[in-house]
């Protein structure tokens, strides 16, 4: 039998930070503190599943060199009726570390985060759910079709967002009993995440946004539809144009992009940080005729589902390659910056900014023929093949017959098919912003696979849906007091970018705590520059709407800019429902 919120836990709640780990950190105690069957509605937690044990000197979060000394709790609980099973993990830092928070960290590609500890270094207790499909083990895209045309609909929406939901709404009651905190008390609860982490972390405060009090997403993975199927445009445009660039010559049209607009933002630094300007000033066509080199080398790539999968890996070799940029080059790298459009010239989706790495569009080589072919990334042909086609294959094996209505037709059976689960696109926050939340939003602006004005066409969503009546900058200023967007200039994916070399906001969670408990609100992002001319430069970004211009090699503004921003503006008519 379940122990009561009594004696015990009382007794613990006077001396809570006095207690060490050691008191704090045992079965009985986690047993009394589970939310009771009923509390949280259709879940039941099973008590006999707790184990809890002292973790001394650990190290802890990716790429950290801290140690932590925390409790290692495990639990499963079903959902009522279902006769199913969800594993949790917690990490409970030693009570004298406890500084009442709770922290949620977000995965990547079609993984949920498997590690609970990464909260351990704000003080903050951590959890990770293995979501009902063993997501510890496995990667999403592993489970979501039990066969050919029959989809896993439980861990579908679990992965969506309901997984983490429900670990965050136990692991705050858990927190409270645990340390014998009372029940009415705030634990401060953060989520952080970056790629479909990011598109996690929107998952959350779109669905359980009154269980957040800050959140921080980079670079969401959603419009998941659209975006999935934007992994095969490049190649689709490839296809149409009947050519197949050598990948020297796309990255040598990326590199001379890279140094013609850099200046027009007003410093010469290796990085445009302004891309608007130069898609407004920059003719691609002006490239034409460049010479590129690039010696033979043999790569080896991982396969889309990460450190959990082997089999998607693949090495490749490629020849020396030089020439000079054709017109054709120049055709196809501009219609993958122009963006998807269907027949008729109505457009479908958005693109990455003028200056991106065109990684999507990589041919590989065949030496039998000794010509480039089409390649299809992984990332989109197994969306299509898995979650459009309905077929248990882990890519596309070609393009045939496929057209640009193709691809449209792909976006919209995606869309409509998981609008409610994966396409993590609800521009109503109200449940988050009318409970305080507050959400840091950023994006590389070279963000090469997840286009960053994916997230500026979010943030007008929000913008239009939440304040339809208010003027422009009354709208403006009601944003900024709960939603602020960041563009890192010259960013690429979730990361600094190694054609530019440019700044990276690396203290996220110090602004959004002071954000959060002590109501200092952020105007600029915080950013570091770590490689270049410029390495060690502190840049405080420029908050969207406004943008960067340099004045000096030292010093920028942050500018209103109407063509600028009139330039990341889209509609997407070649869909018949609002494309949020
Ligand atoms: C809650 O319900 C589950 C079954 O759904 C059961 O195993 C568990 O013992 C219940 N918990 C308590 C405290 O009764
Ligand atoms: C953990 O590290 C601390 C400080 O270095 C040390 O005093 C303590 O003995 C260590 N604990 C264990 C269990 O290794
Ligand atoms: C945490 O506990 C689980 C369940 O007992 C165990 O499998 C896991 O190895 C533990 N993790 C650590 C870091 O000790
Ligand atoms: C899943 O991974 C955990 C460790 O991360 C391991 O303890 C467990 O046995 C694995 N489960 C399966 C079904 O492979
Ligand atoms: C592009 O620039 C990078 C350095 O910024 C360089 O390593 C690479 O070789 C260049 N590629 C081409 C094709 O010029
Ligand atoms: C770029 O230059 C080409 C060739 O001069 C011209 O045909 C094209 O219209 C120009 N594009 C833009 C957007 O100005
Ligand atoms: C490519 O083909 C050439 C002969 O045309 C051969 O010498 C070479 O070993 C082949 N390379 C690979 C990686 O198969
Ligand atoms: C996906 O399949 C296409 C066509 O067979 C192939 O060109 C491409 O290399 C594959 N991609 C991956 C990542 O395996
Ligand atoms: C699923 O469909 C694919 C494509 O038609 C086929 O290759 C595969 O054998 C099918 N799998 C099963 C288990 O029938
Ligand atoms: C492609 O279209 C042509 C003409 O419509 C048709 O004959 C062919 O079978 C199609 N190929 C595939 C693979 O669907
Ligand atoms: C910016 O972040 C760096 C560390 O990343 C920190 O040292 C510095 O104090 C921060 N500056 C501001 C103004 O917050
Ligand atoms: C600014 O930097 C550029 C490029 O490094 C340099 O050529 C220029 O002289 C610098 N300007 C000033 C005023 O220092």
């Given at each position: 039998m379940r122990l009561s919120w009594g004696a015990s836990a009382a007794a613990l709640a006077a001396s809570a930070s006095a207690a060490s780990l050691a008191d704090v950190c045992t079965v009985s105690n986690v047993q009394s503190a589970l939310p009771s069957?009923?509390?949280?509605?259709?879940i039941n937690m099973i008590p006999s599943t707790v184990t809890a044990s002292p973790v001394y000197n650990a190290s802890a979060g990716m790429g950290s060199t801290e140690t932590y000394t925390y409790c290692n709790v495990t639990v499963t609980y079903e959902h009522t009726g279902k006769g199913d099973s969800v594993v949790i993990k917690y990490a409970f830092p030693k009570p004298s570390d406890f500084k009442k928070r709770f922290y949620v960290a977000g995965g990547g590609g079609f993984s949920l985060s498997s590690d609970a500890t990464g909260g351990l270094e704000y003080g903050a207790v951590g959890g990770a759910t293995s979501a009902g499909y063993d997501a510890f083990n496995n990667s999403y895209d592993e489970v979501v079709l039990y066969g050919n045309g029959t989809i896993n609909w439980d861990a579908t929406y679990m992965f969506a967002y309901q997984a983490l939901g429900e670990m965050t709404k136990i692991g705050k009651v858990l927190t409270k009993g645990f340390y014998g905190m009372a029940s009415s008390a705030k634990v401060y609860t953060y989520y952080e995440g970056c790629s479909d982490g990011g598109r996690e972390g929107m998952s959350q405060i779109q669905r359980y946004g009154e269980e957040y009090d800050g959140a921080i997403t980079g670079a969401p993975a959603f419009r998941f539809a659209q975006q999935q199927v934007h992994h095969v445009f490049s190649a689709a445009a490839e296809q149409t144009l009947d050519y197949y660039p050598p990948p020297c010559e796309l990255a040598k049209i990326v590199n001379a992009t890279i140094a013609a607009c850099d200046p027009l933002d007003g410093r010469t630094d290796g990085v445009i940080s302004r891309t608007d300007l130069c898609k407004l000033k920059f003719n691609l066509t002006s490239i034409i005729g460049e010479e590129y080199y690039c010696a033979a080398a043999t790569s080896t790539s991982l396969g889309f589902g990460f450190s959990k999968r082997a089999d998607g890996s693949s090495t490749s070799t490629t020849p020396e390659q030089s020439g000079k940029v054709t017109a054709k080059g120049v055709q196809v790298a501009q219609a993958i910056y122009d963006g998807l459009h269907n027949s008729k010239g109505e457009r479908a989706y958005l693109s990455w900014q003028v200056g991106s790495e065109l990684s999507d569009g990589d041919t590989t080589w065949n030496n039998a023929t000794s010509k480039w072919e089409m390649s299809i990334p992984s990332t989109g042909g197994e969306y299509v093949t898995k979650f459009i086609q309905l077929l248990d294959l882990d890519n596309l094996s070609d393009l045939d017959n496929v057209t640009y209505d193709t691809l449209v037709d792909w976006m919209n059976t995606g869309m409509v098919r998981y609008m409610d689960s994966l396409q993590t696109t609800l521009p109503d926050l109200t449940p988050f912003q009318s409970s305080g939340g507050k959400l840091l939003h950023y994006h590389g602006e070279s963000d090469p696979s997840i286009p960053s004005a994916s997230s500026v066409h979010y943030w007008q969503s929000v913008r239009s849906i939440m304040y339809p009546h208010l003027s422009s900058q009354d709208s403006l200023k009601e944003l900024a007091d709960w939603y602020q967007f960041y563009l890192v200039p010259g960013a690429a994916h979730c990361g600094t970018n190694k054609l530019q070399p440019g700044p990276y906001p690396e203290n996220n969670m110090q602004t959004m705590i002071d954000w959060v408990e002590n109501d200092v609100k952020p105007s600029r992002l915080n950013a570091t520059v770590s490689s270049g001319t410029y390495e060690g430069e502190t840049q405080m970004l420029c908050q969207w709407p406004t943008r960067p211009l340099w004045k000096s090699n030292s010093t920028f503004q942050c500018v209103d800019d109407k063509a600028s921003i009139e330039s990341w503006t889209y509609s997407f008519p070649a869909f018949k429902v609002p494309v949020y």
């Open positions: 069957n009923g509390t949280l509605l259709g």
